[in-house]
């Protein structure tokens, strides 16, 4: 159970849920990126919610600003959420001019926001990082199955489980409590629907 439950936590890294949730629109409707190449549209959101923030957290672990990439202690995942908090707006304005789908502006505008939030809740509580992104993920999959064209229901119940089956992982490892798992979760839903409600202000 504890290697299925990091295979799990680093397979859906927080940073990594932006490529995920990509991949899974590429490949249940690649008509969404018509005139994008597919390369390019997963590169361009790997590199910017992935690449370039793991890379400015590994500087503030060589510079000890951080003592280890897990950041139990809240504090030090001030840093590191500045930094992903700059990294997300950019990509944010990069989606804004490409040809990404409305979908992704309004995922990408809703993790920005999710962020925000968590950077001002993290000066009080901890939160659980990896519930935010699935919870976030699972928001934005619940909003493709009212408006896609493709039936998303069966996508939406596999990303259920695996939302339950990430916070029994986060659990089971003692990352976190089970107050910090319900309280990421609802960061992460709650930023999708103010992306929702702000991305015609944006």
């Known amino acids: 159970m504890k290697i299925i439950s990091k295979i799990l936590s680093y397979i859906f890294h927080p940073l990594l849920i932006p490529t995920w949730y990509v991949a899974l629109l590429l490949y249940v409707n690649p008509f969404y990126f018509a005139g994008m190449s597919k390369p390019l549209s997963i590169a361009i959101i790997w590199l910017n919610t992935f ?8 500087l503030l672990k060589k510079l000890d600003f951080i003592d280890s990439f897990e950041m139990p202690d809240k504090k030090e995942r001030i840093l590191p959420l500045v930094a992903c908090i700059i990294f997300y707006v950019w990509s944010y304005l990069a989606v804004k ?3 990404y789908p409305i979908v992704v502006h309004i995922f990408m505008l809703g993790t920005v926001a999710s962020l925000f939030m968590t950077f001002v809740i993290n000066v009080f509580h901890k939160l659980s990082l990896h519930m935010v992104g699935i919870g976030g993920a699972l928001t934005a999959i619940l909003l493709l ?3 896609s064209p493709i039936d998303m229901s069966n996508y939406f119940l596999c990303a259920v489980l695996l939302c339950g089956a990430i916070a029994s992982a986060r ?8 107050r910090e798992v319900y309280s990421g979760f609802m960061v992460g839903m709650f930023g999708q629907v103010l992306g929702l ?6």
């Open 197 to 202: 409600m702000l991305i015609h202000l944006f």
């Open 171 to 178: 659990i089971y490892l003692q990352a976190h409590t089970l």
């Open 97 to 99: 001019k490409t040809n």
């Open 145 to 147: 199955v009212f408006i």
């Open 51 to 58: 690449m370039f923030p793991a890379i400015s957290i590994l």
